[in-house]
């Protein structure tokens, strides 16, 4: 983190003798979209997970978010061998451009923060500056991330949408409850969902957190109610019957007992009034076990006629697949799940984590590599030229440990059909964990931004490991994606530089994501350039897989400053063939 940085990774000579593929010159320095984070302490110098959406109406304006621990305690303060959330803090970040995602602003608001605990006395956290969504300590609640975000029309004094009334912003987030008292609490349950919106995205830009709205919590919420993984998406082509309606899945895991977290069924919201009020509908069963599994790691998209899609990773008959559902009248009823595709889910599992990993003992976590991500050509803003094509990509196992494919399909029938699934060719050595596409709202390019691996799965901490972000592009012709070019290619550090809060391994996060209008694309992608690797951590976290455990660290004395340090970086990429 620290100061933005540019990284000119576009110079073609160098980019082609380091990646062995053809880089154009044509896009932006790579910036840093976490524009306010320091290098340093772990954890105020800690994202992952970003989004990102464009203005359709006003497409120089851009947005995105990611779970930001700026406002974290240090590991400094009280106990040194702890880096914990701080409880209370929210960790829901977001950033501004207005130059076409050139260049970001992280503005600051006041709220419930650790930014100040750096010890060596135990935190109290206080009110004062935080780089978070505003207004979540005053309504009782906390900002927990997993950040969705969407542009969509503001709707008028009579509540008809129109983009002459100008662009609402919808930022979906998990939310807890601040306070640790039920009796004092906001909501029942463990995790529920909110949405943040605003009309005014330059004096939000501006440190002005009245331009936000107080969050809405639209999950319907039990006692032991974890919601999980939403996506937000508005309504944004004024061809469409259901013009302005917001839609938001997630995954509702509603019991804790034995970590299970079983049934967990696939829910979406609506909202025909921009985001004021919301109608939940559970989407299929929930019944989730060794057979059927219900999606997760949901996708929501619209096309130029209303219809909604919703996508997820599940199971049917003991099958991994992507699965798909899809309403006509404006999410009130749902029909599937169809099947898309198969998919074998990346990763071994880390016994320690007791979750998926790529990279090597005590990686980064990698449960929803698998999940899809999906866009579709739906003509924004205006809904005229739209295809309503569907691309969908995600990564993919088949091949074996260290040959994971970045796999691509789409559909040009409203998801009644899909082209067989093809691996995506990409460097040598090159192992996709998370990817999007973005396709132009005409439907004739495809952007697509991938974190990958380059080093083989690795027994030990010792041995370095590798991380790229990427973008490329292709040309959509009769449907079908061509003449792959790659616009950037940034390398992205070791991962061993990351960390969670934990500090038994690393952490990522779950997505990238990507945005694109007829004229240009916005990705943005994890980092660890600057996270610097740090032995005593890598000695301990191997400790943790040997019948004598040791002890964590003191992290800022027995690492270098910058460990933890990983960032968010985005890049904007005129369309090379206009």
Same mark, same amino acid.
């Given at each position: !983190?620290?100061?933005?940085?540019?990284?000119?990774?576009?110079?073609?000579?160098?980019?082609?003798?380091?990646?062995?593929?053809?880089?154009?010159?044509?896009?932006?320095?790579?910036?840093?979209?976490?524009?306010?984070?320091?290098?340093?302490?772990?954890?105020?110098?800690?994202?992952?997970?970003?989004?990102?959406?464009?203005?359709?109406?006003?497409?120089?304006? !851009?947005?995105?978010?990611?779970?930001?621990?700026?406002?974290?305690?240090?590991?400094?303060?009280?106990?040194?061998?702890?880096?914990?959330?701080?409880?209370?803090?929210?960790?829901?970040?977001?950033?501004?451009?207005?130059?076409?995602?050139?260049?970001?602003?992280?503005?600051?608001? $006041?709220?419930?923060?650790?930014?100040?605990?750096?010890?060596?006395?135990?935190?109290?956290?206080?009110?004062?500056?935080?780089?978070?969504?505003?207004?979540?300590?005053?309504?009782?609640?906390?900002?927990?991330?997993?950040?969705?975000?969407?542009?969509?029309?503001?709707?008028?004094?009579?509540?008809?949408?129109?983009?002459? %009334?100008?662009?609402?912003?919808?930022?979906? %987030?998990?939310?807890?409850?601040?306070?640790?008292?039920?009796?004092? *609490?906001?909501?029942?349950?463990?995790?529920?969902?909110?949405?943040?919106?605003?009309?005014?995205?330059?004096?939000?830009?501006?440190?002005?957190?009245?331009?936000?709205?107080?969050?809405?919590?639209?999950?319907?919420?039990?006692?032991?109610?974890?919601?999980?993984?939403?996506?937000?998406?508005?309504?944004?082509?004024?061809?469409?019957?259901?013009?302005?309606?917001?839609?938001?899945?997630?995954?509702?895991?509603?019991?804790?007992?034995?970590?299970?977290?079983?049934?967990?069924?696939?829910?979406?919201?609506?909202?025909?009034?921009?985001?004021?009020?919301?109608?939940?509908?559970?989407?299929?069963?929930?019944?989730?076990?060794?057979?059927?599994?219900?999606?997760?790691?949901?996708?929501?998209?619209?096309?130029?006629?209303?219809?909604?899609?919703?996508?997820?990773?599940?199971?049917?008959?003991g099958t991994s697949l992507q699965l798909m559902y899809k309403s006509t009248d404006g999410g009130a009823h749902w029909v599937g799940p169809a099947a898309v595709a198969p998919v074998i889910e990346p990763g071994v599992l880390d016994p320690v984590q007791g979750r998926p990993v790529m990279d090597g003992v005590a990686g980064a976590r990698v449960d929803l590599a698998g999940g899809p991500n999906v866009d579709i050509a739906n003509g924004r803003p205006t809904g005229v030229g739209a295809t309503n094509e569907i691309f969908m990509?995600?990564?993919?196992?088949?091949?074996?440990?260290?040959?994971?494919?970045? !796999?691509?399909?789409?559909?040009?029938?409203?998801?009644?059909?899909?082209?067989?699934?093809?691996?995506?060719?990409?460097?040598?050595?090159?192992?996709?964990?998370?990817?999007?596409?973005?396709?132009?709202?005409?439907?004739?390019?495809?952007?697509?931004?991938?974190?990958?691996?380059?080093?083989?799965?690795?027994?030990?901490?010792?041995?370095?490991?590798?991380?790229?972000?990427?973008?490329?592009? $292709?040309?959509?012709?009769?449907?079908?994606?061509?003449?792959?070019?790659?616009?950037?290619?940034?390398?992205?550090?070791?991962?061993?530089?990351?960390?969670?809060?934990?500090?038994?391994? *690393?952490?990522?996060?779950?997505?990238?994501?990507?945005?694109?209008?007829?004229?240009?694309?916005?990705?943005?992608?994890?980092?660890?350039?600057?996270?610097?690797?740090?032995?005593?951590?890598?000695?301990?976290?191997?400790?943790?897989?040997?019948?004598?455990?040791?002890?964590?660290?003191?992290?800022?004395?027995?690492?270098?400053?910058?460990?933890?340090?990983?960032?968010?970086?985005?890049?904007?990429?005129?369309?090379?063939?206009?």
């Amino acid at each position: !983190m620290g100061k933005p940085r540019l990284i000119v990774a576009s110079v073609a000579a160098f980019a082609a003798a380091l990646c062995g593929a053809a880089v154009t010159a044509s896009a932006a320095p790579v910036v840093q979209v976490s524009a306010g984070s320091p290098p340093s302490p772990f954890s105020q110098n800690k994202q992952n997970e970003p989004a990102v959406a464009i203005d359709a109406n006003d497409p120089a304006v !851009m947005v995105a978010g990611s779970n930001d621990e700026i406002d974290m305690e240090s590991c400094a303060a009280g106990d040194p061998g702890t880096c914990p959330f701080t409880g209370g803090v929210g960790v829901s970040g977001v950033y501004f451009s207005f130059d076409s995602g050139q260049n970001w602003t992280q503005p600051t608001y $006041a709220g419930w923060t650790a930014r100040a605990c750096l010890g060596p006395a135990a935190c109290v956290p206080q009110v004062g500056p935080i780089g978070t969504l505003p207004h979540y300590y005053e309504a009782g609640l906390v900002s927990d991330g997993d950040p969705a975000v969407a542009f969509g029309p503001r709707p008028g004094p009579d509540g008809t949408f129109s983009w002459a %009334n100008g662009s609402r912003l919808y930022y979906a %987030n998990l939310t807890s409850n601040f306070a640790a008292d039920r009796q004092l *609490e906001t909501f029942r349950g463990f995790e529920a969902i909110a949405v943040s919106t605003t009309d005014d995205v330059r004096a939000a830009a501006a440190d002005n957190a009245s331009a936000w709205t107080a969050p809405v919590i639209i999950s319907k919420q039990s006692s032991t109610t974890f919601s999980d993984k939403e996506q937000i998406y508005a309504d944004n082509a004024a061809s469409s019957r259901f013009f302005g309606h917001v839609y938001t899945c997630w995954a509702s895991f509603r019991s804790n007992s034995h970590g299970q977290a079983l049934p967990v069924p696939l829910t979406v919201a609506r909202s025909a009034d921009g985001g004021r009020t919301w109608v939940t509908k559970q989407v299929g069963p929930a019944t989730s076990n060794g057979i059927n599994q219900q999606p997760d790691g949901c996708v929501v998209r619209t096309d130029s006629t209303g219809n909604v899609y919703v996508f997820g990773v599940g199971v049917r008959g003991g099958t991994s697949l992507q699965l798909m559902y899809k309403s006509t009248d404006g999410g009130a009823h749902w029909v599937g799940p169809a099947a898309v595709a198969p998919v074998i889910e990346p990763g071994v599992l880390d016994p320690v984590q007791g979750r998926p990993v790529m990279d090597g003992v005590a990686g980064a976590r990698v449960d929803l590599a698998g999940g899809p991500n999906v866009d579709i050509a739906n003509g924004r803003p205006t809904g005229v030229g739209a295809t309503n094509e569907i691309f969908m990509t995600w990564s993919d196992g088949r091949a074996g440990l260290n040959h994971e494919q970045l !796999m691509l399909t789409w559909s040009r029938n409203g998801g009644a059909s899909w082209a067989t699934p093809a691996p995506l060719a990409l460097s040598t050595g090159d192992r996709p964990v998370y990817t999007a596409p973005a396709v132009s709202p005409d439907g004739t390019d495809l952007y697509l931004v991938h974190n990958s691996f380059t080093t083989p799965y690795r027994d030990n901490t010792t041995d370095p490991r590798g991380l790229v972000g990427e973008v490329r592009h $292709a040309n959509v012709t009769a449907g079908v994606p061509s003449g792959w070019t790659t616009l950037e290619r940034v390398p992205g550090g070791d991962p061993r530089g990351s960390s969670a809060n934990s500090l038994t391994s *690393e952490f990522l996060g779950d997505y990238v994501y990507a945005a694109a209008t007829n004229d240009r694309a916005v990705a943005v992608w994890n980092d660890s350039l600057n996270a610097g690797v740090c032995p005593a951590i890598n000695a301990y976290r191997t400790s943790l897989y040997t019948a004598t455990p040791g002890a964590p660290p003191n992290v800022l004395v027995a690492c270098p400053s910058t460990f933890g340090n990983t960032d968010i970086l985005g890049g904007s990429y005129p369309d090379p063939t206009p």
